[in-house]
């Protein structure tokens, strides 16, 4: 392990059928940790823990959650058993104090599939401490920047801040096994991919305005959330490196990018 700098970094994480599937997002999810290398810990920011205000993972065991229904029984069996960070965790309420957002913290909740998933696929040794913070959609874009910009800092202490969402997300176009992308979002993905690199807040905050294809992109905002976290946990003038493309299950994104 290290206690270097990290990049920040958003994942797509698809649908739960990556953590036992051969298909390329997977393949990617299990060379990433070694691209990224070994960190002290993983502070991991889910679209699937919404709260009114900002929470964090507390449990020094924290326990699998299969916070999905339908999919295949051994997907139900999978168990994540990491070790929690508790340090990380009270670390990450010292942090957004510092910024004035209050934060508390929760020693039941464990990690949802938005976190175990990926962190399987990444770390599959499960020996790397991980804590895990919530989402606040009422919020909005900007107060998600915000919180990103408030755990810079931990890229800088050997902390990976994982983000995990998804970047086109509308299940009213998820088509389990097809290979036909909807147009609108091929075209999102695609300016969502441009506006990243090109490091352009205002477009991100902005995304339902900037784009003609956002609203149907993302009905809601809980998967796209994640991503404006990672981006202001890269640090001021971050920008935006794609890691990895792609789509599956009709109208599911498996993009990925890397802060810093």
């Known amino acids: 392990m290290t206690d270097g700098t990290f990049p920040s970094v958003f994942v797509s994480h698809g649908a739960p059928t990556i953590a036992a599937g051969d298909t390329p997002v997977t393949a990617f999810l299990k060379v990433l940790g070694d691209v990224l290398g070994r960190p002290r810990a993983v502070l991991c920011v889910s679209a699937h823990w919404e709260t009114d205000a900002p929470g964090v993972l507390g449990a020094a065991e924290p326990e699998t959650i299969h916070d999905f229904h339908g999919f295949p029984e051994p ?24 910024h004035d957002i209050p934060c508390t913290v929760s020693a039941k909740r464990g990690l949802d599939h938005g976190a175990w998933i990926p962190l399987m696929l990444m770390y599959p040794e499960a020996e790397v401490p991980v804590t895990q913070l919530s989402i606040q959609p009422d919020e909005g874009t900007a107060a998600h920047l915000a919180l990103g910009r408030a755990l810079a800092p931990l890229r800088n202490d050997g902390v990976v801040v994982l983000a995990s969402g998804g970047a086109v997300h509308n299940l009213r176009y998820f088509r389990p096994g097809s290979p036909e992308v909807p147009d609108w979002a091929r075209r999102f993905d695609d300016w969502l991919a441009a506006a990243v690199e090109a490091g352009d807040g205002e477009a991100l905050i902005h995304y339902r305005a900037r ?50």
């Open 75 to 98: 997907l139900y069996r999978l168990r994540y058993p990491a070790p929690g960070a508790p340090d990380l965790a009270r670390r990450v309420v010292e942090l957004l104090a510092d």
């Open 211 to 260: 784009s003609a294809d956002g609203a149907m992109a993302h009905p809601r905002d809980e998967h796209y959330l994640p991503l404006l976290v990672a981006w202001g946990a890269g640090g001021d003038g971050a920008k935006g490196r794609t890691l990895h493309r792609g789509f599956m299950d009709g109208g599911l994104s498996t993009a990925a990018f890397a802060f810093d």
